[in-house]
């Protein structure tokens, strides 16, 4: 079993790995078998690789609201076939940290989105905050495993 699997198939029965330090952390403790903690033991390294691979610093670039492409994005290192959900409150962070970058800008307050409206769905791969191609009409896109789905359009913000 790999490092993906074991925490796929951990996150799947509401297990949530977590890095603590050189440590991992497993919520709730009480739902691993004797197998579950064997595997976590077997697998350390990696795991502990892998989780810190989830907590790499986010790079969040925002241009000023006058210009013409804004784009506020992150991207999770991932392949097609790793479907380790993201963990929600990590998600909520990089979003809160984009929102806070925009409001120190000065963006207007309707154009940056809300981490809450969204719901931040799991397996959530990127959000991108950038200019549609029509010219006057911006879009917001959320990135869905490597599919775009438009979430909001309103008309771009000229300073």
């Known amino acids: 079993m790999s490092a993906e699997s074991l925490i796929a198939d951990l996150n799947s029965r509401g297990i949530r790995l977590e890095l603590n330090g050189e440590k991992i952390s497993?919520?709730?403790s009480?739902?691993?078998t004797d197998s579950d903690r064997e595997?976590?033991?077997q697998h350390k390294p990696l795991l502990l690789a892998?989780?810190?691979e989830d907590r790499a610093p986010v790079e969040i670039k925002i241009a000023g609201p006058g210009e013409s492409l804004r784009r506020a994005g992150w991207r999770r290192a991932a392949t097609p076939d790793s479907?380790?959900?993201i963990i929600p409150q990590e998600i909520r962070a990089k979003i809160e940290a984009i929102e806070q970058?925009?409001?120190r800008l000065g963006w207007?307050?309707?154009l940056i989105w809300s981490a809450d409206f969204w719901g931040l769905p799991r397996g959530l791969a990127a959000v991108v905050d950038a200019d549609d191609e029509l010219g006057d009409v911006r879009s917001d896109y959320i990135e869905i495993l490597g599919v775009k789905h438009v979430v909001?359009?309103?008309p771009r913000f000229h300073a």
């Open 26 to 28: 497993v919520t709730p």
């Open 30 to 32: 009480s739902k691993l």
């Open 39 to 41: 595997s976590i033991r």
């Open 50 to 52: 892998r989780l810190q």
């Open 83 to 85: 479907r380790y959900p």
């Open 101 to 103: 970058e925009a409001r």
């Open 108 to 110: 207007p307050p309707e």
């Open 152 to 154: 909001r359009r309103f």
